[in-house]
């Protein structure tokens, strides 16, 4: 298939903060989830393959929380029946389905990772991303050498070749970091899915204008799906509602969604367009002329967040703040 329809699902949020049944809440977001792709499906048609939903679209984010607290109360287990649930809805209505969630891994059962999991037709987990930058959870990078030993850098950095086209994922403000992009697009990645939980507005925001420039930069498609709102917390509820966008290779918002539930930013993938321009020579064949050798070498020689910050287990969370600090020190020190 070298073309399909794609739709970034703005479904509202609801916070597991202060939730008396944590568990009872996300099985209520799961049904919905598979209430509205069954829905959205039926409305844009059979040609509709891949779905993507909002950031942590299950559960909300920590507000306070210690990483032990959040991880037992909110955090998914990879084959948990949330993931069970999802991958069934993503086989009934023969959609790949990227869903964005945090979840827990038996090698470093003191964390939890931020998740970007892609399911497919088949109600199979094609690919599992681990959010890279975050400012106040674990990643990977945090316990560098054995999760490189555990997963390898295929792991850290996944691409899923399917029936239709090389999908990768990006997590929310990732979308700003331009690096983790073109490393996804240089591992082949077509399309970028980019669940994100964020302000939205009329005007161009940093991330919407990031989005923009990581197609253009990677000729590769992105489909951000936004929150249609939030609730069960004290943060205004339409404080991240709307904006859900598929942006081409060429930086085009091909549909782009108002504020609330939605399904209006929806449009076509043509994948086989894609692999055409990616072979044109020309001045807007950017990821051709990127010098990769040169980067390598000039990155390699500043002193930026340093790996394997959590060897010793969980932190509290004033932790990610000292080391932030810590890293803007040593570079403008």
């Known amino acids: 298939m070298t073309a399909f329809r794609a ?44 779905v993507v939903l909002p950031e942590y679209a299950l559960t909300g984010f920590p507000m306070g929380e210690s990483v032990a607290e959040w991880r037992d109360k909110a955090a998914l287990d990879p084959d948990g029946p949330e993931y069970l649930a999802l991958a069934e809805i993503a086989a009934r209505h023969d959609v790949f389905l990227c869903v964005n969630a945090y979840e827990r891994d038996g090698h470093f059962p003191e964390l939890y990772f931020q998740a970007c999991v892609v399911l497919s ?46 999908l990768a994922a990006i997590a929310s403000e990732e979308i700003l970091h331009p690096e983790l992009a073109r490393a996804l697009a240089l591992r082949g990645a077509e399309v970028l899915c980019n669940p994100t939980c964020e302000a939205s507005s009329p005007m161009l925001t940093a991330k919407a204008v990031a989005r923009r420039a990581r197609a253009v930069e990677n000729l590769a498609y992105v489909v951000s799906a936004n929150t249609g ?30 504020p609330g539930e939605s399904l209006v930013a929806a449009a076509e993938v043509d994948v086989a367009a894609l692999r055409r ?27 930026g967040e340093r790996p394997d910050g959590l060897a010793g287990g969980a932190p509290e969370r004033a932790w990610f703040a000292a080391r932030q600090a810590e890293t803007i020190e040593r570079l403008h020190g």
């Open 229 to 258: 709102g939030l609730a069960g917390i004290a943060i205004p509820g339409d404080s991240t509602n709307g904006g859900s966008e598929l942006i081409d290779y060429e930086g085009r918002v091909l549909a782009q969604a108002g």
């Open 121 to 166: 037709p088949a109600g199979e987990a094609v690919l599992r991303y681990r959010r890279l930058h975050s400012m106040f959870s674990p990643s990977p990078y945090d316990v560098w050498d054995r999760y490189l030993r555990i997963y390898g850098i295929d792991g850290v950095l996944p691409v899923a070749r399917t029936e239709i086209g090389a």
């Open 277 to 303: 321009f990616r072979r044109r020579p020309g001045l807007d064949n950017l990821l051709s002329r990127v010098k990769t050798r040169l980067w390598a070498e000039e990155y390699g020689r500043h002193d």
């Open 7 to 50: 739709l970034a699902l703005q479904t509202r949020t609801t916070a597991v903060n202060a939730a008396g049944d944590p568990r009872a809440e996300i099985r209520a977001a799961v049904d919905r989830v598979g209430r509205q792709v069954g829905a959205s499906k039926a409305w844009i048609g059979r040609d509709l393959r891949l």
